[in-house]
């Protein structure tokens, strides 16, 4: 009777025991659930505060004095971009360097430069697929070439003038540290000197890669 007894103590002891322990590892190897996921993945979800973005360049412009006369300029971009926390502002830094030669049937080529910088601003929080953006930058441009002197050579401006590239984009995440600018579309406006206004209005539109770190 009294070793029965120590055997149904043991038991009282010991099932208990196996249980908690077979429950603690079982939760050990489950995964995460659905509805809570891990630290990891909350941090995989959220954005990277810089990016570099390099991409082709077409300019809709109307450099040349007097009406319209667009023509297309083609060249690259490159961008810098520095979030600020968790605000959805960015500050920006950009060059866009393009180059058309024989512009409207003429012998005459020209080259633009501008470096402008500002502010971007994309919907805060999580990193979504889909992410537009506006932006307002501003700084200088240079003109160069035989078209930056024809038919006013007296432009004393084309040196350095004021720029300013106000327009948005739309980037496409393949992964966190990379995404696909599809498109930018800008009005990048300039003030060199001409026998017109002096003002001239330029539609630019590109495409590029963005590597964010």
Not at 100 to 105: D, E, K, V
Not at 143 to 163: I, K, V
Not at 196 to 210: E, I, K, P
């Amino acid at each position: 009777m009294r070793s029965r007894i120590k055997t149904t103590l043991a038991m009282v002891l010991v099932i208990p025991i196996a249980g908690v322990s077979v429950r603690s590892a079982l939760a050990q190897a489950a995964p995460p659930s659905a509805g809570a996921p891990s630290a990891q993945a909350a941090g995989d979800s959220k954005p990277l505060p810089f990016e570099i973005e390099g991409g082709y360049t077409y300019l809709m412009a109307n450099e040349p004095p007097g009406s319209c006369n667009c023509f297309g300029m083609q060249g690259g971009n490159g961008t810098f971009a520095w979030a600020i926390k968790d605000s959805g502002f960015a500050a920006v830094g950009d060059v866009v360097v393009v180059n058309a030669s024989a512009i409207a049937g003429t012998g005459y080529d020209l080259t633009v430069v501008a470096v402008t910088g500002g502010l971007r601003y994309r919907l805060p929080g999580k990193k979504m697929r889909i992410q537009p953006y506006g932006q307002a930058l501003f700084g200088v441009a240079h003109l160069s070439g035989t078209g930056a002197q024809y038919p006013n050579p007296e432009a004393s401006n084309a040196g350095a003038a004021f720029a300013m590239n106000a327009g948005g984009g739309v980037d496409v995440a393949v992964n966190r540290r990379f995404s696909v600018r599809i498109v930018e579309a800008d009005l990048l406006l300039t003030n060199f000197d001409n026998l017109a206004s002096g003002r001239q209005y330029n539609l630019r539109l590109g495409v590029g890669a963005v590597f964010h770190f």
